[in-house]
């Protein structure tokens, strides 16, 4: 299975843009780029996903290197909520099939 | 009301014990999954099935088993409690394969087995 490497821990102000970072070198041209954040003492949430092209939501952007061998999950604004360890995942397929690493724990500063 | 919920919250047992978890949703998903977490790691896969006739083994199924009772349903048993099974344990749902398939995290139930 392909995997993902991400820095254990990064701090952010909050109200500034915060850019976490993801290494996937062995990604398939099948899979797909999810990201959660589990927040503390709750379970994990979805946050956004991609393929091959760059995604917005609500909650943040996605931003996708074009070999796909890393991407970028952006905030555009921290705020205390957002801190939480976020999980960049492959999946063969659109989501069913998740496995999570260790994460980063994004620390944000008032 | 919460789309995914988790019975009991918290529950302490001792080795040897028939322990089971409970999961209900009512998001009207067919995908259900079990998950566990120790504590400073991500989540591994369990169990999951993807409808009420099917049932898969994850990643670390042993010492461990499901049953999908209902379409909003799915317990996961643990057979004979050992204490390197206390973890915090999460059910999560998903709809059928396709762009919107994320998936839905229930609030977890955290077993300590002493």
């Known amino acids: 299975d392909a995997k993902t490497t991400q820095p254990n821990s990064m701090e952010s102000n909050e109200e500034e843009p915060v850019h976490l970072p993801c290494n996937h070198s062995?990604?398939?041209?099948?899979?797909?780029i999810h990201w959660y954040r589990q927040l503390p003492s709750q379970g994990p949430e979805y946050v956004i996903h991609?393929?091959?092209s760059n995604v917005n939501n609500r909650m943040a952007s996605l931003a996708i290197a074009e070999d796909r061998k890393s991407s970028t999950l952006i905030l555009h604004r921290a705020t205390l909520r957002d801190a939480a360890v976020y999980y960049c995942?492959?999946?063969?397929?659109?989501?069913?099939?998740?496995?999570f690493g260790g994460g980063t724990r994004l620390m944000v500063k008032p | 009301d919460a789309d995914v919920t988790q019975t009991p919250r918290n529950r302490i047992t001792k080795t040897g014990k028939r322990i089971m978890l409970e999961c209900s949703q009512t998001?009207?998903?067919?995908?259900m999954y079990w998950y566990r977490q120790d504590p400073g790691l991500g989540l591994r896969l369990i169990y999951y099935?993807?409808?009420?006739?099917?049932?898969n083994k994850g990643e670390i199924s042993d010492g461990y088993s499901v049953s999908r009772q209902a379409q909003a349903k799915f317990s996961l048993s643990l057979e004979s409690a050992i204490p390197n099974q206390t973890a915090l344990y999460f059910c999560?749902?998903?709809?059928?394969?396709?762009?919107?398939?994320?998936?839905?995290f229930g609030p977890g139930t955290r077993l300590t087995v002493l």
């Open positions: 995942i492959l999946s063969p397929n659109a989501g069913n099939m998740l496995t």
């Open positions: 999560a749902t998903s709809g059928r394969e396709g762009w919107d398939n994320e998936q839905f």
């Open positions: 991609g393929l091959t």
């Open positions: 062995t990604i398939s041209g099948t899979d797909y």
């Open positions: 099935s993807f409808d009420v006739k099917d049932i």
């Open positions: 998001k009207g998903h067919d995908r």
